[in-house]
Every structure is written in C-alpha cells, then in structure tokens.
C-alpha cells in the first residue's frame, strides 16, 4: 500500500524542554560543538543513527526519555547555559558592529562617506547549509552555505534568499555494472528545521509572480535560522497553484529550459518580493545592496527597476541607474557551456506581455541580456548589466573573467576590464575536525576574523590526531563500501572482504567532486599499470579514496564513473581504490578530515576557485593539485605539490598523457617517499613541516571570514555608498547619471581626438625616467570638459603596435584648450604613446564602466 499523502506530525516537547526544540531550529548547532553534545545527550543511540538530526531524533524520542531528561537537574543545567550562549551569540556585538561604529566616528557626520549597509540580500539558487536541509547540488551551493555562517559569525546583516526544492538534488547509487542510478526522495519541509512565514492570524503568506496568459505563479516563503542570518526560500507547491506551477520547484537542476527560466523567475522577481515582505513583517530593514550568487537569481535587478519606476517614478534608464549602484555580481563559472542562456523567444514569452513587470518594455529587458549570438539571452551578461560591481572567484578567476567577457567594454585592455576578484573560501567550524580546531584553539576558529595562528604543538601529538582522523575515515569507508555493495545487489554473506578494505597506516589520496569533464575524475586511470604499481606498493602503498554525482542529463560524467567503479571492482586493488557513490556534505567532512593527500587535477584554467582543497588544508591535509583556481595563487611550494601543466599544448589528449604522468612522477617520487620517511618516533618529519606550514599559512587564508570581510570591504561597503548616493534628494543623483548616460549615448561617435604630440626635450634620445609632455587637441562633439577624462598612456611596442606594460596619466585643460599632461618615462626600449577620452562622472565605479573610449589614431 502507498500514501495517498504524506503529512508531518511534531512531538510535542515538553514545556521545560522548549529550548532544545529553539536550538534544533537554529542551525547554528551545524557549527557549534556545545549544541551537538547536547543533543548527542538526549539519546546518543538515535543521534548517531539518524546522522545527527536533532529535529528528527526529538521527534522520534520516547515521551518517558523526556520527560526523565526534563527531571534531570544536571542535563537541564547544560540546556540553560547552552540557550544563553545562543541568546548571546545571537545579540551580542560583532565584528560588523564594530567596523561599522569605526566608520562612524570616522565619518562625523560626512554623508557621502563610506557607509556599512543596514542589510544585505545574498541570493543563490542553491544553499547548502546542512544535509539536514538538502537544498545544494555542490561547491556553488556550499559557498552559498558557508557565505551566511560566515556572515552570522560576523555580524553581517545579511539575508538569503532562494528556493526550496521538493526533492533537492538527486542521491546517487550504483548499478551492478557501475552506472550512476538517480533517486530524488521528497522532503517534507515541515520536518525540516524551517517555518512559514504566515499573517499573524496564521495563514501562510504568499508570494504572487505573473505567468503568460493571465496565471499566476504562488510561493510559499519559508524561513530557516542560519545563525543570526535568515533564510528564505520560496516553495510552489501550494495548492492554490496550477498543478504544473506547482512543480516550478520540484528539483534542483532538472527539466528543461521553461522550467529552469520559471525557476529563476521566483527566485529573482518572487525572491525580491518574498525579502519585502520579510522585511514588513519583522521591521527588518530594507536591503540596501542586492548580492547575486551567480547568474540565476539576475532578474531580481529587474523587479527593482520596475519598483523604482512604480513607486518613484522614474524612467527605466534612471531606475536602472539606481538599482545597478546597489547591486553585486559575481560568476563562478570560466567554461563558456557553464554560463545560463536562454532562447530569446522564451523571455519574450514571459516578460512581454507586461504582466510579470508592468512598465518596463520588453525590448529594454532583452537588451541586458543581449550577446554575440542573437537568439540567446545571456543571464551573466544580464548580470553585469545590472550590477555596478561583479568579480570572479579566485585571482586567477578574476582575470579569465576580464578576457571572457571583455567583448561587452570594447577598447578596453583585458586589465581594465571592470571585474575584480575575492577568492572563496570555507567555513572554518563547519569544515574543521574538532580534534583540530581544539588544537587551534576553538575560540580562534570560531572567531569573527578566522584562525590567527595556532598553539604550541609537537609533531609527534599532531601527527597522532592526523593518524586518528584517517582511521575514522577508514572505518566511514569500510561502511560506506559495504552498503554500496548491499545497494548494488551483493549478498551479506560475500562481503566479508569489505573489513579489509583500506588500511589506518597507508598514505590516504582523496579526489572527490562533481563529475564534469573538465574536472578530469579519470585522469588518474590514465596509465592502469602505473596507478596499479602505486596501489600495491608492497613497502608503501597508496590508498585512494573516489566520489563524486555526475549531472542526471550526462551520460559521458556516467561513463567515466562507471570507469572508475569498474577498476576499483578488481579483486586486485580494491582494497587499496574505492568509489563512495552519494558525494554529499555527510561524506565529505569525513574525506576532508582524514585523507593525506586532496588530488585535484582539472583542465587550467576551468576550474574557478575550487573550495574541497581548502577544507583538506583546513585540516592538515596536503593539496597535490594543478595550479589553478584558488591553488594557483596560494601554493608556495612548502604546503603540499603542484601538478606541471602543458599549457599550451592544444591536443587533449596529449595534455592528459602529459599531466598524468607529471602526476604519477610526483606522487611516486615525492609525495609517497616524504610520507613513509619516519623519525625514531615512527614520525614523519618531513611531512609533519608540510602539514605545520600548511594550517599556519593557508589556515588563516582559506576562511569563509577572510572571503566575506572582502566583500564587505570592497563591494558592499561602496556599494551601499554608491546606492545612497544615488537615492538622495528624491534619486537626484541616478537621474543626473541616467541624463549623462543618455548625453554620452548620443554624442559618443563624434567624440574625436584630433591631434596630439609627445614632446621630447631636446630632440636627444631620452633616458628613462626623463619628464616629457604629451599635449592633445579634443573634440568634445557637445560635452562638457568636465564629462570626460583625457589620458596619456605610453608603453613598450613590440613588432605588432600594441601598448604593452602602460602607464596611464590624466591629462589637464590647458588655457588654449588643449589637454596636457607630464609624465617619466617608464622604461628604456622602443616606447610609444597614445591618447584617449573616457566618460566621467561621480557615480561611475571606473572610467571602463560604460564601456566607451575614443582612442587617437
Ligand atoms: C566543498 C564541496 C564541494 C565543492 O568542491 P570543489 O573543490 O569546489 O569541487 C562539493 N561538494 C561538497 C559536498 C563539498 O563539501
């Protein structure tokens, strides 16, 4: 018999118990250790069983426990001192409180000075904040998640906002013959740790987005307590919905391209609706900058524009003017595939026929998202349209960033392009071992500003929690392992060599993540032999651990799990190579704690940060990686290996030979001679300074705080100062800017620089560093000199007359017009100069913003 439905039923906790119920229902116990053990307390049994649930065990908890647990004096002792500390995590002052009474005192009164904003709405397609919440897929959704722990740490005021899917993403199995199996278990928000936000009388409160032909789109909000930061999630399936509108958020990254533009459509124009009425109904202040995690949520900028125009009456360009200074953009993704388009006829479809944004004409929304290809609408380019500020992920990010998307500020070097970057990073109390944070000293990890540095330890103690920390791992393997084969069809009664499966003293390989191409998960099969002789050194073998979902829709991610799976299936090395099936953050925080060795091995430069890595580091785990992404500007040859690249060869599969055995090479003639080489004290010395410098430099630099001190520093902080800014005076400001942009528009392609001459002094070949003026005649075509910046810029000049290694000055009116400036000369060599003209205005974040330049020429 099936349910016909399914419904939720809440124990009801005794009344001296109700604080443990407000702890379940704040997930800041993910992170905090003093929570956990006291849930462990309740009963240890059912803790461990349902993988550390509190809400699940309290409600499955016998009524007779409770009740002896609420007559015990020592127990409710621990609960009381566990709220307070709660209460006051929750109220008390924080590193944002401080920075922002700093700025305070500072500012004195000065209203254009930089400001703090009061509130931050971060938006994300996924969140991954526990697994007892399972709304992420991978890494972009775990940033999301560690961006908001990190941020309540803090005292960041920030909001998050998303979906809530029915099924989440998919938990993966195995086929007897290893091909990737996909279920997708529906999750009853009502067991999850959320509440509906509802009117006072109880009913729940809608969120309501336009669809074609007169429907209406209906989300519930829900609200999960991320810490101090709230969540919220918008969920269709509400019976007042059409039952295909019901479905918008069934699952993560399933369905076509209707269903996913429907899915961004709530979670950008209901998500903006869905914070306003939050904010209404709790007195939380409106947000002043608007985060977009990625691409997906981009619409959000367009339901702010309609809200200025409805409500301040403004036009579409000064309301764009507005909303762009308040709003952050940042891409994750260099792989042109990764970026989200969408055929342009299915945005006209559902923004044309002006019921999902009343006032703004279709035409204008097409253009944001406008690229090189017609048909399509380009959901980063809409991106960076809207938003005044976006950046990439890593530094190397930021600059494949700059040449990705260069073409939409043409004339512009690849450096001036105007994204930046913040490299990731992770949330140290999630991600650490607690063993390991101890030894840091837990208030150092669980501080506001990341770890600072670590206790007085000695290698031989260091050495024996790392060698603790594998043995767990080893034991969650042999688990793990067992069950696959149970999934996979296996009897009971044959799986006996599953004890034997892996081994605490043997040096421990992770390589764990999802599974597309550029992500290279096969790269080590490579050579089969050479893997093999590694795998089954007799004197000091290699263990290497495997896991990772490839998308449901790629059979070529399923093949080459089923690759992987297939080797690892021989008798002959699988004790020594397993598959886990099932990746999810309750398998990873084992692999990040107790593996070696984190292997990374992606196509340079495809991978845009990468974070798995910096939990290893996190926890003493050496990365053997390809210098890309987060690795590429961290590694400093004493905390851990980097893989050589064959950049520049062309023909994949050479590249892959090539990287391989550099792969191979290292591990065989570095890694694993440096892990097996012990001291008297059967310590590895050598390998215990990797481990030491790797949690004292990288320990401090890979932290989610470090991350989000940088986007508070350097994108919210000037972008609240920019919207404000803006917004005085009744949007004064953006209304002179959106004028400015309109003058500029038109008298741009007149704009000429008509004559210029470097002076040498004396005819002589100058020496470097000798003064010399550049002098230049403009013709403005209508604009004002104070409109624009004139630059001198000189450099060298190789065969091509390309500007390379360029010092840039401002050139100054002079009494007769023309525009002058004085400059050194920068380096000795064949020189050249030219001059150029750019937009300025007060409200633009740099020259390149708009996109124009006139060059000399
Ligand atoms: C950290 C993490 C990721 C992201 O790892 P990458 O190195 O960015 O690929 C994915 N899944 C889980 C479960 C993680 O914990």
Redesign the pocket.
């Known amino acids: 018999m099936k349910a016909v439905r399914r419904f939720a039923v809440r124990a009801g906790l005794p009344e001296s118990l109700a604080e443990l119920g407000t702890l379940a229902n704040n997930l800041r116990w993910t992170w905090h250790p003093p929570t956990q053990d006291l849930f462990a307390a309740v009963d240890p049994q059912a803790w461990e069983e349902l993988g550390g649930d509190p809400l699940r065990m309290l409600e499955q908890a016998p009524a007779e426990r409770l009740r002896r647990l609420a007559a015990d004096e020592e127990f409710m002792m621990r609960v009381r001192a566990v709220s307070d500390d709660l209460r006051r995590y929750m109220t008390s002052d924080r590193w944002y409180q401080r920075r922002q009474e700093e700025l305070t005192h500072r500012a004195a009164g000065d209203p254009s000075a930089t400001r703090l904003p009061k509130s931050i709405a971060y938006f994300s397609m996924e969140f991954g904040v526990t697994e007892a919440l399972p709304n992420y897929s ?2 972009l959704g ?1 940033l999301a998640g560690d961006h908001m722990k990190a941020a309540s740490d803090m005292g960041v005021p920030l909001i998050g906002v998303g979906l809530l899917y029915r099924s989440g993403y998919f938990r993966q199995s195995l086929s007897a013959e290893g091909w990737q199996v996909e279920h997708y278990p529906v999750i009853d928000p009502r067991g999850l740790p959320l509440e509906p936000l509802t009117e006072p009388s109880g009913v729940p409160l809608l969120v309501h987005v336009s669809m074609p032909g007169g429907r209406v789109l209906r989300a519930r909000i829900w609200k999960a307590n991320v810490g101090r930061v709230p969540l919220l999630l918008l969920d269709s399936d509400v019976e007042e919905n059409d039952a295909d509108l019901r479905g918008v958020t069934d699952r993560l990254y399933g369905g076509d391209q209707d269903h996913r533009i429907r899915q961004e459509i709530l979670a950008g124009i209901g998500g903006v609706r869905a914070v306003r009425t939050y904010c209404e109904l709790t007195g939380h202040p409106q947000p002043e900058v608007f985060h977009t995690n990625e691409g997906h949520a981009g619409f959000l900028g367009l339901e702010r524009v309609r809200e200025l125009m409805a409500a301040e009456g403004l036009d579409f360009d000064q309301a764009l003017s507005a909303v762009r200074a308040g709003t952050v953009f940042t891409t994750h993704t260099p792989v042109p595939a990764g970026i989200d388009r969408f055929p342009v006829d299915l945005v006209r479809h559902y923004f044309g026929g002006g019921n999902l944004l009343p006032g703004l004409d279709v035409q204008r929304v097409l253009a944001l998202g406008a690229e090189e290809n017609v048909g399509m609408f380009n959901m980063a380019h809409m991106g960076l349209r809207l938003a005044q500020r976006a950046n990439g992920v890593s530094k190397l990010h930021g600059e494949v960033s700059r040449s990705m998307f260069g073409g939409l500020w043409p004339g512009f070097d690849t450096h001036e392009v105007p994204i930046k970057s913040v490299t990731n990073g992770v949330h140290g109390p999630t991600w650490a071992a607690r063993e390991i944070s101890k030894l840091l000293g837990e208030s150092e990890v669980d501080s506001e500003v990341g770890l600072t540095g670590f206790q007085p330890v000695t290698d031989a103690l260091l050495w024996e929690l790392r060698c603790g920390l594998r043995e767990r791992l080893v034991h969650e393997v042999r688990r793990r392992v067992r069950e696959a084969w149970l999934q996979r069809g296996a009897s009971a009664l044959e799986l006996s060599w599953t004890e034997g499966v892996f081994d605490p003293n043997v040096l421990t390989v992770g390589f764990a ?2 599974v597309p191409t550029y992500k290279r998960l096969t790269l080590m099969l490579r050579d089969p032999a050479r893997l093999k002789a590694l795998l089954l050194d007799p004197d000091r073998p290699v263990q290497l651990v495997v896991a990772g979902k490839s998308h449901p829709a790629d059979d070529g991610g399923k093949a080459l799990i089923q690759q992987i799976v297939r080797f690892a299936d021989d008798p002959e090395v699988r004790h020594r190579i397993v598959f886990l099936p099932d ?3 309750s398998m ?1 925080r084992y692999l990040y704690w107790g593996c070696d060795v984190w292997l ?1 091995n992606p196509m340079r430069p495809l991978e845009a ?5 910096m ?1 290893a580091a996190l926890n003493g785990g050496l990365n053997l990686s390809i210098r890309d992404g987060w690795w590429d500007e961290l590694y400093d040859g004493r905390n851990g290996w980097a893989i050589p690249t064959a950049d520049g060869v062309t023909d994949p599969v050479r590249r892959d030979d090539l990287e391989a055995s550099a792969l191979y090479d290292l591990l065989g003639s570095q890694v694993v001679p440096t892990f097996y080489d012990r001291g008297g004290d059967g310590v590895p010395g050598k390998w215990m300074e990797l481990v030491r410098h790797t949690l004292a430099s990288l320990g401090p630099k890979v932290q989610a705080t470090r991350m989000v001190r940088e986007y508070v520093e350097s994108f919210y902080a000037p972008a609240a100062t920019s919207a404000a800014r803006a917004a005085t005076e009744g949007f004064q400001q953006a209304k002179d800017l959106a004028a400015y942009r309109g003058r500029v528009d038109a008298a741009w392609h007149h704009v000429r620089v008509t004559d210029s001459e470097l002076t040498l002094p004396d005819g002589k070949t100058p020496v470097i560093g000798e003064r010399v003026q550049v002098r230049s005649s403009v013709e403005l075509a209508g604009l004002q000199p104070t409109d624009v910046e004139v630059q001198a810029v000189v450099g060298r000049v190789g065969d091509t007359d390309d500007l390379l290694d360029v010092v840039t000055v401002s050139m100054k009116p002079d009494s007769d017009g023309t525009y002058v400036a004085e400059l050194p000369l920068p380096h000795a060599g064949a020189l050249g100069y030219t001059v150029r003209v750019l937009p300025k205005h007060d409200l633009l974040a740099s020259t390149a913003e708009l996109g124009r330049v006139i060059l000399a020429n």
């Open positions: 991978g890494g775990i993540r999802r990746y999810d953050m990873a990374n940060c990468g974070t798995s890595g939990k």
